[in-house]
């Protein structure tokens, strides 16, 4: 058994969501790697104090950097908004931290680069906080795709929709803001289905996308008679072509009335196709074109033993896993690699790659021409 001082930056949204991971991993995964929550740091006291007192951690502050110098501290956990990451998990590393961070990795592809650079030579652990690749059915759809049953992947077509911002009354949040946010729908949403495609499909070459911003305005959440700008596309839209010769398309909105999660993929290969979506995340939808001409159609495949880690929480299919489990998933991917000294699986690498195809859109919506990745 090996302890883990984790310090937590950012006591919001994401911070409750790894708390509770925190709090579930030895639940689900004995006591292979246990975290101690030291302590906690957000800017406003009373969310790192209601956050302390919630989950147990030892103490908390309002300054972030006392996380990063704590001599104790061995695991610095970002979940502030996205313009914080960089600066605070290059800081973490060059105290020698693990870093744990919250997608989007950067506000830039050049700052992920950097920030990449420097884990990398600082030698430490780092991971990203893509948890939808953690749902063990996706690795079961990776493995599918890897033993070539299914043929070559020929296009990927992925989409994050949600209407959580679907009331133009709705108020102004920093994700609105380029300074804070840097792009909406896309790094917000569609990083995510970005991470499925290069988890699953491979590395993209090229994009050619456009953006939209459907609400330009939004009540100030200090003032409601105030308006603020939306700064930030509330639509993106992108074709591209992965490396392997695939080629795919990702939609993304954040008003679209009546999608609450839907975060989902249909991969056409040449002798198969596999449709996932997040709403009904226990299921993917595989269809065999080598099935007996009769019966050819697709089929449901509940979660089942066999699927990444899901055995570790139920031994029989179908019983199903959440949102949560996802965390619990990635916080024990993230402290085993730690203790285990190798690399994680979803590293700043990893989240690099995303920040350079999010770039190209930007560039391409931009500019209007096909953009290579650099
Ligand atoms: N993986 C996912 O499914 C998922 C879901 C939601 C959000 N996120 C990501 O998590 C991050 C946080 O999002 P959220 O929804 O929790 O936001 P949030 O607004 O709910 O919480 C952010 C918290 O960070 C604090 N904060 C801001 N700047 C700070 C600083 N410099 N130092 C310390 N604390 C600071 C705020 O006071 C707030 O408590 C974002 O990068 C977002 O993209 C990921």
Redesign the pocket.
Known sequence: MKKIKVGL???????RTHSNAYKSVNNIFGDEVVPELTAV????AD?AKALAERYGFQRWTTE?KEIVADPEIELVDI????A??CPIAMEAARHGKHVYC???LAMTAAEAVEANRVVEEAGVVSSV?F?YVRNPIQQYVRELIASGELGEAVNFRGMYDQDYYNDPEQKHE?RMFKSASASGALG?LASHTLSLSQYLVGDIAEVCGMTKIVVPERPDPKDPSKLLPVENDDVVQFLFNFRNGACGAIFSNRLAAGRKMSLGYEIQMTNGCIVYNQENQNQVQIYRHDDDKRERGFKTVLIAPGHGEYERFFGGAGICLGYADQKTIEVYHTLKCIVENRPCEIDFRFGMKVMQVIDAVLESAETRQWVAIR
Do not use: R
């Open positions: 930056i950012g006591a919001g949204f994401m911070g740091a957000d800017i406003n969310n972030w979940t502030t908004p996205n914080s990451h919250e997608k989007p906080g948890n920093w917000d």
